[in-house]
């Protein structure tokens, strides 16, 4: 009926179709089931097989992690076990990104996305495959790097669901288009990949599918939201600018610092004030810079915000109210015009998974993990710019995986130490079983999808 025809001379057609040629129709229901459990047990067994090799590359990739728009080394490792296991692979997309095609006859075409940048953070994990790396940052000061957000894991889950899918070419038809994006965590990776032509110089997707770990969920697990699930974010700068001086004689001086207070505390009204109440918003003041020495009113206060909400209505009425108050603020206290900067290039847009294409990856996830193991959950205000991919107009789903034992999740429910999140320096992923995981459900996703 999506094709347009109805449903008896549908099915007729059909018949006749499938006896003489094999037509593909993007918007035709799935093809038959194949046997999904029969298939998880097909790629469990590949898994095991793998996993000495894909454990070492991970380890491998979790010392030698690189800062967003700098990851040459683990593109080059990346490009190298792609194209050993027959993709055609094309370096050097949106900087540093990788674009790789394995073409198998007639059907969709499938974008598989690994993020690929770590963190400026030291490795405090203890673990004997720790990060030892150092680095000088763009302002010249030394600092650690470190997967602390578990992108080594989704390039390791990457690479063994390329091999499992190339071992399994006689079960699917279609294109897979695997994308190792640079930059996620700048926001700026995956606008630089589509900004140099990946819809248009590759085969564009049907369908994209990404995973990210969970640093507070069993690993063995997968959870997904359906619909919005990750928030838009901004970064917002304001420059507060008065009249500097002496700080015994405030009265001959416009004090920056006093105007700023007001404004840090004014900005707090905007969703407890402003908004509605059950439409997410955060704004929060992450940096406070102003002043040098106690006896001194600088003559300019500089905040950086950064600022969440998921409706694009909202998301124009909290950028507006905040240019608004520091505006009043400024104009109270008889200041220079404060100087308000939204950057569009620190911009990322909300991720709205896909329904139709979210429930049918979850029940085929479910139909091979157990209904126990596959969980919904609700949104969170973090950002991811796989939303990108969504707004250049191709249905995408993520879901998130297990990484945790499910006994020091219990420990932390009971009052003991509370898990490390991802982003910190502690954060670890036990990866045997996350691996396993995340290269059976990533495979199952995508053959759900391609399945002859
Ligand atoms: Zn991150
Ligand atoms: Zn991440």
Redesign the pocket.
Known sequence: MRCGIAPWPMFVLTLILISSVSVYCPAADPPAATDLPELGKAIRALVDKDYPYLDALYKHLHAHPELSFQEKETAARLAKEMRQIGFEVTENVGKTGLVCVLKNGSGPVILVRT?MDALPIVERTGLGYASQVRVRNAEGREVGVMHA???DVHMTCWIGTARVLAQLKDRWKGTLVFIAQPA??IGGGARAMLEDGLFKRFPKPDYALAL??DGQAPYGTVNYTEGPSLANADAVDIIVRGRGGHGAAPHQTIDPVVIAARIILDLQTIASRETDPLDAVVVSVGAIHGGTKHNIIPSEVHLQLTVRTFKDATRQHVLEAIERIAKAAAQAARAPEPIVRVHPGEFTPSLVNDIPLTRRTVAALKAVLGEDKVLPRPPVMGA?DFSRYAQAGVPVCMFRIGTVEPQRIEEARQGGRPLPS?HSDEYYPIPEPTIKTGVLAMSVAVLNLLAR
């Open positions: 993020d957000c578990g992108h996620e965590e990210h770990c991811e991802l």
